[in-house]
């Protein structure tokens, strides 16, 4: 994870600012001969994008993603497939909206990084947020789509589970919802309700925070390096890079703080098919920075937006006081957007150390029970 | 973060298990000219050193660290400084107490890496935990020692915030308390509480759970990559990478998901001063993953130790379902330790990015307020 | 230097294959508030086009750049800028001539990376070469021209020194012939023969090696990380990664073999200036794996172009003896338009280890004569 | 390639300096389960040990190697093997003889890296040469000894093919030869004079260059990463960056210059296994950066010795002007005791390139010929 690249063998690096001609990502390191098209990336894309329904920000782009390098007609299946070579992939901005920004180019959004790049820069991209705009995001859903083809039968699905004071009940938890509503609720009756609930906080010019779970199951056992680089290390940096993220946890998380021993510890048996089984997941699915072959739980915070119409007390880049609302389309939640985000940012995680854990060691030892070759 | 290397231009790479001759580390890119002698390290080792109460596992380690490479006598000072080489720093492992393994060499308990180090690599050092043992966390104490020299100024702090079901009362919040009781704790009521608490756990053969919360002063403005090198995501993966440690959160973190974002952003006023004031602090010094000069403040959630009395259905390596008990030598909180630990990871973090941003940008710029020479 | 990426704060990361839409890259961690256009990138585009002389592939490609991300107009001065976030160049692709590629998809041209990448990936884009094509060196060109803005002062020019038997005398060296003949070779009379000799060359359908060499002065003294981080060590790299390079030498280079440490070792005294001064520049300006202040001096042996007409013998991917024969667009000499891509490579590690030093040592220690601060 | 660390998954990390109390590195991302004991690392450290012959320095150095941490005992096979986890290694300095430095502390030996290390960090170790010493390089040979381990059926030999004006003749190399003589030369005719050669050099007080050529058979077609993470880039990197080397070459090398494309591409046949043959190897074993399955063949030229009796011109670091002459134990021809440890560094490469490919691409593809099953 260094500047605008994360990924050891699974390399992503995206750029790109809001306004400017277009966004885009270079993927290098994928394995070769894995079928891709636009059409493997572009769905995961349509679930992000904005514009869909009125409780995400009304810019219109559809988000069309071109792979300009990286594929080829393999002769003997007829299938386009990646060539082993860098994939970059591109989006056209198009709804750049001609605006007048003289309003907020000199001002600090309270919450927002307007201030930082300008501290750490001298100056910033004040278009639609430059390159810190939500907007980037976009790439790495594009890049978790191609993530998730290289681990076999890997299956990575978020929800949104708290917004606000509201949190899902866990004994209503269907996935088949998650996709039903615009919220990524996975709970029907607190899905029902939100549209109200957002409604009214738009209509205030306010925002709401909120947290997301991701849940990835087929997490081949034995992923992650010990001690720097542990793979609930690498999601922690991965989720937390999200813009707006303030926390993350894995499996019981912050829970775990008020857990025993003999609450915490997940107990193990053997199941009918032989096969190691456990009694809890409050592991979240690692253990010492390795996957233990049980699904793994991320959850993560996302705060407000920090763009909203509440006039709000701040400085200019001048060094004067003096206050500021912002008028512009934002998503009153920004979590909503943030699960196909946050799945795949856990897609990238995982392919990477799927190819370092294979770099390593090989074949993943069939370990315990059966002994690896010596 | 890669394996058992951190960081980017100041880089950590540590090595050495629990009962192996010794531990170290390796610590590359620090800048020259630096004072450092061992009574700069000592202290930190001394903080997290075990057997120092009966809250803490009874290994009796000296922990003394020896300076290998990396430093000479600067003839024009007199003074023993870094070279700007490699400094190794190594402990000898003494009180590798010769016991009988047999009893749990098979074994895996229920919540430790026992299990997926098996699965990762087909053996393990089962020996005090090998590699995955605690004492690896004194290396990292180390070069937090070292990383606080770097940056000019820096003042990190950390305290255990909550204990299962005990937490801080913010209103009694003491620093000078923290180095008074064996918990690492700023509030002297609660603190006088802990030791019966912790003995009545011990004495069931238990353990418990906690929150760590460290606190960075004085760090500069404008540290932090955007993207995937932020100063948050790096923070993130230093402190999910501490053993046990199951959620991390900067500033308000999840409770940011209850925020609205009237509450969330923290507004800005120009001082008396007439340098930039925040109205409160949130976002925790960290705002689109850079460092607004405010405290970074993190926290992180220690799960219970998984080495508990209580016997715990498991299974062996060879596939059979059994019984785990475990007498060995063990804090009944990790929580506890891991005070310096954490500490050390943010000074880590800071001094690597505080490198990255001088060499990216050179002196951080005054912005705002005075711009930067163009 | 991974994958597709190279350098370690100065990034460059390339994609694209000859034949695809485009070609690009993406420069990460450049500093902000540099001054770029398009225009100050073109040139040395311009210099590495094709087409330009009968001596070089007959392709036409205007190679025009264009700048889609991390820059932004400074409302202070005016001026478009770097903003320190990802500078993405992109060239599209042109004249992807329309052909019958199968004579020579299944069949590997001797000397030539298809059968390399046919083995490592088992499928290879073979339309012009694809991303083994030397069109990808454009990208170092580009990014080598945005490196050279980094360091103050910095001067880097290169020039063919040898072609098949023919080398320079440097008694005539004269860089001002450099832009004045198609071979950017510094001695008139040498280049008044080479076309001669590559016309028939190139009417006897062969191909034939070269030598060039890179000076770069105002390189500060100081560049450079010790042991696996060498100033000389990275050139060695980005120079033997240049496609159809073979060796690589500082300095006196291969040479230093025969010399005696009386011969090799630059003597040094004190200028008039009261700076040091060396007496010969044997080290090719650096000493240890780090710059001496004297101006680099960078050597590298091209192969001649694998792709001729003579028929060779050689097999097909499907185990059959066969021959080949390439009747394509064509550089006769590759060497002589490795001349601006070697300047670019040794622009890139320069800038690169520039800031490396700023970040590790901060303003490079006046040291010696005049001792740093303490 | 970065500061004190090389290689990507297999990693190598050293520190120490010549007159410290020991020097060592620590390997990283070796896979688990390969057999390893100091005795397999041992006879490699032997070849370079000096005080051997009187043609090497007379420093009495056992170089005794350690295994500290990153290896246990299989219990199924009961051998001693890597865990998976770092392996440090640790040479203690033994002969460290007390000795009045004064005469060279403050003076800069011409053509060494003195002068460097006080410009770039403002101050050095002067003791024997202190990290910029070539005694680090026992441990990279160690290092090398265990990446030999991880690649199957790999088989690295190198020879002085050069000394001075004295070149091998090729009609009478014999490997076993190698290591009969005190040069490592395998033209027994040369070796035979080489030292009445070096005796009259010594006396002399004088210094001489050497050229090194290294082989590896036995390397797998298809490691090298395209582009910047070329297998030919990464040997440049790590033969320039050996202490005194001044030039890398991989097969034809600088008289690929000279060679037409008929000459040098290496034609190709099936052999009547009915596998690939090539009919010559101007290529070093390396097409595009991708191993081609032949041998590859480095070779590096190594300056002379810059620690001379004979009086140069210098400086010191204060300024003035002096001459300097070096009374201590030295290597009159460091070039031979680079070969143990250019063969080293060639194999740390392959097996890092080794599991690079594994990680990407798993086992590689049997193509051509066999295509890789889709």
């Known amino acids: 994870m260094s500047f605008n690249t994360f990924g050891h063998l699974f390399r992503v690096t995206t750029f790109g600012e809001s306004h400017g001609p277009a966004i885009g990502c270079v993927i290098d390191g994928c394995p070769p001969r894995i079928p891709l098209r636009e059409a493997d990336i572009q769905p995961y894309l349509d679930r992000r994008r904005p514009g869909q329904s009125r409780y995400t920000t009304q810019r219109q782009e559809p988000d069309t993603v071109r792979i300009i390098s990286g594929v080829f007609i393999d002769e003997i299946t007829g299938a386009q497939v990646t060539t082993g070579t860098p994939i970059a992939l591109v989006i056209d901005n198009l709804d750049q909206r001609s605006k007048d920004y003289s309003a907020i180019k000199d001002k600090y959004r309270p919450g927002h ?9 001298g100056l910033r991209d004040y278009r639609g947020g ?13 890049a978790g789509a191609v993530a998730r083809k290289i681990v076999p039968d890997l299956k990575i ?3 949104l589970v708290q917004m606000g004071p509201h949190r899902v009940d866990r ?8 996709d039903k509503n615009p919220f990524f609720c996975p709970d029907a009756k607190l899905a029902a309700m939100l549209g109200d609930y957002l409604d009214d906080l ?3 010019g306010s925002s709401i925070g909120a947290v997301i779970e991701v849940v990835a199951e087929g997490v081949p056992p034995g992923l992650g390096a010990p001690i720097y680089g542990k793979l609930d290390g690498d999601l922690a940096a991965a989720l937390m890079g999200i813009n707006a993220v303030k926390g993350v946890e894995i499996g019981a998380g912050f829970r775990a703080a008020e857990l025993s021993g003999e609450e915490n510890g997940d107990e193990m048996r053997i199941g009918n098919d032989g096969k190691l089984r456990f009694l809890s997941n409050n592991a979240g699915g690692i253990l010492g920075g390795i996957s233990t072959g049980q699904p793994v ?14 006039p709000r007390r701040t400085v ?3 060094g004067h006081e003096t206050e500021i609302s912002t008028t512009g389309r934002h998503d009153p939640c920004v979590g909503i957007r943030a699960v196909p985000i946050g799945e795949a940012m856990v897609a990238c995680v995982i392919a990477d150390h799927y190819l370092r854990q294979r770099g390593q060691v090989g074949d993943t030892p069939a370990w315990p029970f ?4 010596r």
């Open 113 to 121: 990084a307007d201030l930082t790049y300008d501290i750490k820069y």
């Open 130 to 142: 430059g390159r810190q705009s939500a907007r980037e995001t976009a790439m790495r859903v594009a």
């Open 157 to 159: 699905r978020g929800a």
């Open 171 to 178: 004994a209503r938890w269907d996935w088949d919802e998650v």
């Open 202 to 204: 738009r209509k205030k």
């Open 297 to 310: 739980v991320a959850r993560f915070a996302v705060k407000p937006t920090s763009s909203i119409l509440t």
């Open 316 to 318: 200019d880049r001048y």
């Open 370 to 373: 059966a002994p690896p070759a």
